[in-house]
């Protein structure tokens, strides 16, 4: 019930109070403030690591070759491992239902000239399914596509830097360039979110690659998108089976790392969320630890103020207040000061983590914030604590004889 | 209005215990004017404060305005207390926060009389104690007398049965004191019971009864010559 007399006298003894009250009120909103900016802090750790690893498709696999290290079935060290359609193909068919995207890579440099304007690329000799994998934007046209795959299309997409260079302002689509003398069609111009250095690439089909540059069926990486219905120990799992199934059928020994690699982000995704289960432990540890030395800062506050006040309650007690009146005006004063001070913390806290934004990025810090919910929890432990650091002591106050109290100086 | 019957009470101290009073009976009528006189440590605080429900005794019947008073709890204890009794201390227990009107204002709260009423009636309880101009100052910018006169003024505005005073002047000089007991009779006159403890004969003799403790006991109690004047009246 809002009794308007109580609360004045709340009002009262809290404004004659003001040191008390300030004290306890800083303890409040500094455990809240502290509360705020630590898990404000952690949330910007986590959101920055999820950040680090948006460039390639989150479930990607990248399948890379080199020199073999150890000798294996007679054969020698140092003999040099050649992908091939074959081993895509040996993947396609073994575990379709495991592959969402699934794509070649054929590295080439070529020298790029259009009318006087020339320049060396890489060029990426692909399937239609990498854009997929690299998360390709295509801003003008269009990617690879099947048709050109059988084709054998001498077909280009360009990336955003190298129409820049090449043709300026100008329109690029449709338009023919030469690769090393061999005339190429631009079917499109793509932007990437990984950076200036993706979009100094040209994507072209791998079969045209492969016919015109060796021809042989060679490919440098295969990349895989695997299925995102698999659970991430499953992923894993897969792509362990298939390093191992890889470099059997390469007569890679089973533990070459060099020869035959697979960089797996189902692995990646796996660090970083024991990474982040880690910090969110932590920050349960050091979060519980500010809200008691919290809890433990407002009991103490309200233990001396009430000791403090003991003769007042006697003299209130003589002039005929209940035990109840005194222990309710000690627990609302209590929970007035708590909640105030406790929302000017998180007040507070949320406006200074909204202004560090990504101010913090080089200490991996990014976009620091804390769900509401959490803080709203946290202010109410206070509160809760706030009742009962006022409640107890108050109960215990009001309950000694007015006598007894009335001695107390 | 007050009757104490064969009352004992005994202060624990350690393992041992004090006992202060031994056997008390004493019996105040309604408008009665008394006081305590004794030595200090004789016990008189001691039996106004169990008069004052403020403490309890341990043996004997003790009978406030004919209702006999037993196993109180606190609660109940602090009802009575706003109803029936107004105190004033020797150290005047002034709320220091607390301006001399609200301090005065503080038993109607507890009474559950409204704000405004409760602030109309202390200012003119405060006039009565000749401190209106007062009325808005802490107590830390009074003087004792005056304190005194505020605490005065706070006893009396829940219009009690009885004023319990202990050593009301003991912190106050000569002058002071005489305007304090000046009080204390004006209320007496009104119809008021008044119970106060002193130890100074000056004080004693302005009451018409004074009632004499030597280590808890009750060594003499006898009119004084305003009682008697006032006894004669009656007859
Ligand atoms: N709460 C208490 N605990 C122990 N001893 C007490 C307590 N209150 C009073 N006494 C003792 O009881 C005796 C009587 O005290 P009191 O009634 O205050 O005397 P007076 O008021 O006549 O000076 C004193 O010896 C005092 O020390
Ligand atoms: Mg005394």
Redesign the pocket.
């Known amino acids: 019930m809002f009794d308007l007399d109580a609360w004045r006298e709340i009002f009262q003894s809290i404004n004659k109070n003001k040191l008390r009250a300030m004290l306890s009120g800083f303890t409040v909103a500094f455990a809240i403030l502290l509360f705020t900016l630590l898990f404000g802090i952690v949330n910007g750790l986590q959101n920055f690591f999820t950040q680090a690893f948006v460039d390639d498709a989150d479930n990607s696999m990248f399948v890379r070759t080199w020199k073999t290290t150890k000798p294996y079935k007679g054969l020698q060290s140092g003999r040099r491992i050649q992908l091939k359609n074959e081993h895509l193909d040996y993947i396609l068919e073994e575990h379709s239902e495991k592959v969402q995207h699934i794509s070649a890579r054929k590295y080439l440099n070529v020298r790029i000239t259009y009318k006087t304007k020339q320049d060396n690329y890489s060029i990426r000799a692909v399937h239609p399914d990498h854009r997929y994998l690299e998360k390709t934007i295509i801003d003008e046209g269009r990617f690879i596509n099947q048709l050109d795959l059988n084709q054998k299309n001498k077909v280009i997409v360009i990336g955003r830097l190298v129409k820049k260079d090449l043709f300026g302002e100008r329109l690029a689509l449709g338009k023919y360039v030469n690769l090393n003398d061999i005339s190429y069609k631009i079917v499109g111009v793509f932007s990437d979110e990984g950076g200036d250095r993706e979009e100094r690439n040209v994507y072209m089909p791998i079969t045209t690659a492969q016919m015109l540059y060796g021809n042989n069926d060679y490919i440098d990486n295969i990349l895989i998108g695997y299925n995102p219905r698999l659970t991430i120990d499953r992923a894993v799992a897969f792509g362990n089976r298939l390093e191992r199934e890889l470099r059997q059928k390469l007569n890679i020994h089973p533990d070459d790392q060099s020869a035959l690699f697979i960089r797996n982000m189902a692995e990646a995704n796996k660090n970083v969320g024991q990474l982040t289960t880690a910090l969110f432990f932590i920050v349960i540890l050091v979060g519980s630890g500010t809200l008691i030395a919290g809890i433990i800062g407002i009991s103490n506050i309200m233990i001396f103020s009430i000791k403090e006040r003991t003769k007042e309650f006697g003299i209130r007690k003589a002039l005929g207040a209940k035990p109840g009146s005194i222990i309710s005006m000690v627990v609302k004063e209590s929970l007035l000061i708590t909640s105030i001070a406790g929302y000017l913390g998180l007040v507070l806290g949320t406006f200074i983590l909204s202004q560090i934004g990504d101010g913090l990025e080089e200490y991996f810090i990014y976009n620091p914030s804390v769900s509401s919910g959490i803080v709203i929890g946290a202010t109410f432990t206070l509160i809760i604590a706030g009742l009962l650091a006022g409640y107890l002591p108050a109960k215990k106050a009001a309950q000694i004889k007015p006598i007894v109290a009335l001695r107390a100086d | 209005m007050i009757r104490i019957e064969g009352l004992h009470k005994s202060?624990p101290?350690g393992k041992d215990s004090?006992h202060?009073l031994k056997g008390l009976d004493l019996h105040i009528k309604e408008g009665e004017f008394v006081s305590i006189m004794?030595s200090?440590?004789?016990?008189?605080?001691?039996l106004l404060n169990i008069v004052g429900l403020l403490d309890e005794h341990d043996v004997g019947n003790y009978y406030l305005n004919g209702q006999l008073i037993e196993k109180l709890n606190e609660k109940k204890a602090a009802v009575l207390r706003n109803k029936f009794l107004g105190f004033v201390f020797q150290s005047f227990n002034l709320i220091s926060y607390k301006t001399a009107v609200e301090n005065v204002a503080l038993p109607l709260y507890y009474k559950g009389v409204g704000r405004k009423e409760r602030l109309k009636t202390a200012l003119e309880y405060l006039e009565k104690v000749e401190l209106g101009p007062w009325a808005e100052h802490l107590p830390n910018e009074l003087s004792g007398g005056q304190k005194q006169r505020v605490a005065i003024a706070r006893a009396l505005v829940t219009v009690p049965k009885v004023i319990l005073a202990d050593e009301p002047t003991g912190a106050l000089d000569s002058t002071t004191t005489d305007s304090v007991m000046d009080l204390l009779k004006g209320i007496n006159d009104e119809g008021m019971t008044v119970f106060v403890?002193t130890h100074e004969e000056e004080v004693a003799e302005q009451t018409d009864r004074i009632v004499r403790l030597k280590d808890g006991v009750i060594i003499s109690d006898e009119l004084t010559e305003s009682g008697k004047a006032k006894a004669k009246q009656y007859v």
């Open positions: 202060y101290i004090l202060v004794g200090s440590g004789s016990g008189k605080s001691t403890i």
